[in-house]
T-cell receptor, first 114, second 115 residues
Framework: NAGVTQTPKFQVLKTGQSMTLQCAQD?????MYWYRQDPGMGLRLIYY???????DKGEVPNGYNVSRLNKREFSLRLESAAPSQTSVYFC?????????????FGPGTRLTVT | QQQVKQSPQSLIVQKGGISIINCAYE??????FPWYQQFPGKGPALLIA?????SEKKEGRFTISFNKSAKQFSLHIMDSQPGDSATYFC??????????????FGKGTLLTVNP
């Protein structure tokens, strides 16, 4: 079992460029999440998908879009990258909806926007 | 509005000492309190969790103490080891609709255990 995988591991973008962060899980989990981690700010939820076919906004959704492609895959898209989106992005999954289910995190994508 | 406040931001402990990290919450709908551990370059992973029906939960060297009336909970790491050096996040979630059921994280504590 690979668990939660994320691609790419590192990315440098210029302001205004677009990109998609990919996430996949092989644990047959129903719920998936995208977080960003910034120094001193902890983990902030960007978007989540409680189940296949549904997505919803988290705490900091502006500037991002998501797609739950199927039960395994959940992608995060930056349409027009800004320096404020420089961060480490983590994808996570859980068996059920809600925080009481253990969340399994991927290794992260370190994104720099210049 | 920060719903889970974590302190300290950083902590340095000698090997064999006790590490204590504190968290406070505001939302009385929260009823599940996990701690996540994150090593450099890795994603966070669940370490230990507690529900408010007990005041303490222990797993090996790691203990959560919970004070429902004060709306505070803390992580104690006994006999701290250099391998415990990591960032620790407290979190909270609850029942019901709205944002309560989602996991809300504290800002993290960077623990360094010196040999």
């Amino acid at each position: 079992n690979a668990g939660v995988t994320q691609t790419p591991k590192f990315q440098v973008l210029k302001t205004g460029q677009s990109m998609t962060l990919q996430c996949a899980q092989d644990m047959n989990h129903n719920s998936m999440y995208w977080y960003r981690q910034d120094p001193g700010m902890g983990l902030r939820l960007i978007y989540y998908s409680a189940s296949e076919g549904t997505t919803d906004k988290g705490e900091v959704p502006n500037g991002y879009n998501v797609s739950r492609l199927n039960k395994r895959e959940f992608s995060l898209r930056l349409e027009s990258a800004a320096p404020s989106q420089t961060s480490v992005y983590f994808c996570a999954s859980s068996e059920g909806r809600g925080g009481t289910y253990e969340q399994y995190f991927g290794p992260g994508t370190r994104l720099t926007v210049t | 509005q920060q719903q889970v406040k974590q302190s300290p931001q950083s902590l340095i402990v000698q090997k064999g000492g006790i590490s204590i990290i504190n968290c406070a919450y505001e939302n009385t709908a929260f009823d599940y309190f996990p701690w996540y551990q994150q090593f450099p370059g890795k994603g966070p992973a669940l370490l230990i969790a507690i529900r408010p029906d007990v005041s303490e939960k222990k797993e090996g060297r790691f203990t959560i103490s919970f004070n429902k009336s004060a709306k505070q909970f803390s992580l104690h790491i006994m006999d701290s080891q250099p391998g415990d050096s990591a960032t620790y996040f407290c979190a909270a979630s609850g029942r019901g609709g709205g944002s309560n059921y989602k996991l809300t994280f504290g800002k993290g504590t960077l623990l360094t255990v010196n040999p």
